[in-house]
């Protein structure tokens, strides 16, 4: 009997930026599936019913992009112990008897691309600085505390939204710290990360010395367009090992095509090149 056809897609708003249907179907034809991963221009005040018409038009599932990952909690009928502590779900699975269940793989796949570029890295190395503390920020805090994390630096703009985040997440780790100590508080990191905005195309360079910053440290970026911000290109020719945000992108994918169309997918050159390709 031929196998059933499988749908999944991305819901967002807007959607058209999103690289999630080239990546998810580059799969699909990789492993010779049948099935489809469609784009779904969601506005915020529609969510509640195109999540409820999973079901109804039989797909397996979807991702949730801007604006809809912290509403669509309250729209599942489950959502995982991680999920619970980022508040927000970037995967939804709808099981063969119509329950759906919500998930964030978000933080977990930026760690995991930490880790294929330093495989021997540990949250535990010592003290972690986040600059940041918008959506992106939260699923890392949490990973690197499911992780082994002792103490992250939560450096951001508005101090009262770090104040806020460290709070919410766990203030006996997470330290907030003011922006214009941004350069102080990085010269015993294991990690520097940027979640904030600055650097991405068109926008301003982030603005931070790394005089101070240890050769050993490892140094992210979750934006990869530009593939190197003038922030990683700063930290590699001063000797650390950068990872851009790319890599996050692919392996928050990973577990969610496993769970929508039953192949845990591989990560190749030719998929890098695929993705990087469309914004040429
Ligand atoms: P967000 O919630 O809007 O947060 C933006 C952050 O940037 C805030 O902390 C904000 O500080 C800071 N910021 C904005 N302008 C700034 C400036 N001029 N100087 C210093 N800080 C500034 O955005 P997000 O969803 O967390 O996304 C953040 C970045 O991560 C984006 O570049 C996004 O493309 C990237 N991202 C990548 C992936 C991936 O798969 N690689 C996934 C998610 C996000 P305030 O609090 O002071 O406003």
Known sequence: MAQDFILAGVMGWPIAQSRSPILHNYWIEKYKLNGRYVPLAVKPENLGD???????????????TMPHKQ???????????????VGAVNCIV??????MWGTNNDG???????????????????????????????????????NGAKEIR??????????????????????????DKRADVIGDVALLTNTTDQGFIGKPALDISLDRLPKQALVSDLIYTPPE????????????????????????ARPAFEAWFGVMPEITPDLRAAIMATFK
């Open 108 to 146: 977990n796949g930026w760690y995991l691309s930490l880790l294929e570029v330093a495989p021997s890295w540990k949250p535990s190395n010592g003290p972690v600085a986040i600059l940041g503390a918008g959506g992106a920020a939260r699923g890392l805090l949490v990973t690197l505390i499911e």
């Open 229 to 252: 911000t003038a922030f990683l290109a700063a930290a590699r020719a001063r000797g650390n090992v950068t990872v851009n945000g790319l890599g996050m992108l692919l392996h928050q």
């Open 50 to 64: 195109a999540i409820r018409g999973l079901r109804a038009l039989g797909f397996r599932g979807c991702n949730l």
């Open 154 to 179: 939560l450096i951001n703009r508005t101090f009262e939204k770090a104040e806020k985040l460290a709070k919410d997440i766990d203030p006996s780790i997470v330290k907030p710290i003011a922006w």
């Open 71 to 85: 509403m669509a909690m309250t729209m599942v009928d489950r959502v995982t112990d991680t999920a619970k502590r």
């Open 94 to 99: 709808v099981e063969p008897d119509g329950k």
